[in-house]
């Protein structure tokens, strides 16, 4: 598979950030350019333009992102976010492609907003003063985030006394935060807010509740408290003399009138409780990264070289499966840190199943070989799901579900649809018919693949968020 069709295929399946559940979303193609690419000229217009004809004449909707995992996740096949999820329909509805530029700072995104390099941006922050017009399009809380030692604010009153913290567009203030005394920085993310509160700059941060359960698995020793207001996720559209934006104002009202019940349920799905990082995995899963994954690190990625994976992707299976330990040892006999049976290890030539690095290479290699045999006809990311799941229960198992799937009605070429198939197969009126028999792992490895792509996902924000910390001194007070 070459690289460019993996780097930037964008039909079919994309799963809940950091959650296990997925949900099936048809999108518009996707481009990610750079912030500094001039996007879309219309200063450059004598006369006035209409915005929405300029998007649909070009065939392609601009939008500028905070670079965030609430809004944009770039996986090795897909792309994820709840912004980025609304705004490829938004693009699907207006018959157009979709185009993300993402920004590292807010300051950034502004700037993009304001020479227009993008036709529109998308974010929670706070805009004072930004000449521009705006569409809401889901309505969110903001909340303190303190640490887990200070006492729970309870309400804004706890909070007068306290020094905050907020990620904003615009560093003036804010009316709604008159009573407390917040710092508003248009250079820090949401992620970096949180950073300066865990390290002890800031009494509290303050940031959006569906925001911090996406980003709460990586900060276990904070806690959201007092609610403080509601505020909009919205999109923003630059005023200029020689735009006329009323014709796209009124499409992205319409939009999100009918499509209303899709923006709750793709809510739902990204912004769901994370079962699967308690406080307990989540200071655990931060220290065997800290202590654990430089030690295969280069080896993951040397086998993510040979077998054309994302080495994440690779580091996830073997934390699933044995927390990165060498000598892991299951009551069912197998071993490892890729936890290989003897049957796979000697397919794959390993010798030593404990040697970890033998143990990478070849969990790698079998993984691949699953891979490989899977029908033409399953396009990624499903494919790399679905052999995951023949890694976990068995190549056999897998191809009974792909069958019932079609016998009932369903694309046996979809993950999410297969994924209800498995589970069937503990059940007698369902294995007695199935050739490969009863799965007992059927269940599990739904749950197996589920918990692979969350820590693929944590490890790719980790790769990029955590031990470049020192930059935030900066930033503190």
Do not use: C
């Amino acid at each position: 598979m070459d690289i460019a069709k993996r780097t930037y295929w964008t039909d079919g399946l994309a799963l809940s950030l950091l959650i296990g559940a997925s949900t099936l979303i048809p999108w518009a193609h996707i481009f990610t350019i750079t912030p500094n690419a001039s996007a879309s000229s219309y200063t450059s217009q004598a006369q006035q333009q209409n915005r929405l004809a300029h998007i649909q004449n070009k065939q392609a909707l601009e939008l500028g992102l905070l670079k965030t995992p609430a809004s944009y996740f770039q996986r090795q096949h897909d792309a994820i976010g709840f912004d980025y999820h609304i705004a490829a329909r938004l693009a699907e509805e207006l018959g157009v492609e979709l185009s993300i530029q993402l920004y590292d700072t807010p300051k950034a995104l502004r700037h993009a907003l304001d020479t227009q390099n993008v036709d529109m941006i998308a974010t929670e922050l706070s805009a004072n003063s930004i000449p521009s017009d705006t569409v809401p399009y889901y309505t969110v809380e903001l909340v303190a985030v303190q640490t887990r030692q200070q006492p729970s604010a309870q309400n804004i009153e706890a909070l007068a006394s306290l020094t905050g913290v907020k990620s904003t567009l615009s560093s003036k203030p804010n009316r709604a935060l008159t009573k407390l005394s917040v710092n508003t920085l248009t250079s820090a993310t949401p992620e970096e807010i949180l950073t300066l509160v865990q390290q002890g700059h800031y009494d509290y941060g303050l940031i959006s509740r569906h925001h911090f359960q996406v980003l709460s698995p990586f900060f276990p020793e904070l806690k959201a408290t007092a609610e403080v207001n509601q505020q909009p996720l919205q999109w923003h559209l630059s005023r200029h003399k020689n735009v006329d934006n009323s014709d796209m104002i009124a499409a992205l009202k319409q939009f999100v009138a009918t499509q209303q019940q899709h923006i709750e349920n793709t809510a739902n799905t990204y912004f769901a409780p994370i079962k699967r990082f308690d406080l307990y995995s989540s200071r655990a899963f931060k220290r065997h990264w800290e202590q654990r994954l430089s030690l295969y690190s280069a080896d993951f990625q040397l086998a993510a070289e040979e077998y054309v994976f994302d080495w994440q992707l690779l580091a996830a299976v073997g934390y699933q499966e044995s927390h990165w330990d060498p000598n892991a040892v299951s009551p069912t006999g197998v071993e490892g840190l890729m936890m290989l049976t003897r049957p796979t290890a000697r397919e794959m030539g390993v010798a030593d199943r404990r040697d970890p690095i033998a143990s990478i290479y070849g969990g790698s290699a079998y993984l691949a070989g699953i891979h490989k045999r899977m029908p033409e006809s399953i396009r990624e990311p499903d494919r790399t799901w679905m052999a995951l799941a023949a890694y976990n229960a068995g190549y056999g198992h897998l191809l009974d579900a792909r069958r019932l799937t079609a016998e009932q009605g369903d694309n046996p070429d979809n993950w999410a649809q297969v994924a209800k198939r498995l589970p069937l197969l503990t059940q007698p009126e369902y294995y007695q018919h199935a050739r490969y028999g009863y799965a007992r792992g059927g269940a599990q490895a739904v749950y197996y693949v589920e918990a692979v792509q969350h820590y693929y996902h944590a490890l790719l924000w980790a790769e990029q968020h955590w031990g470049s910390s020192a930059q935030l001194v900066a930033m503190a007070p």
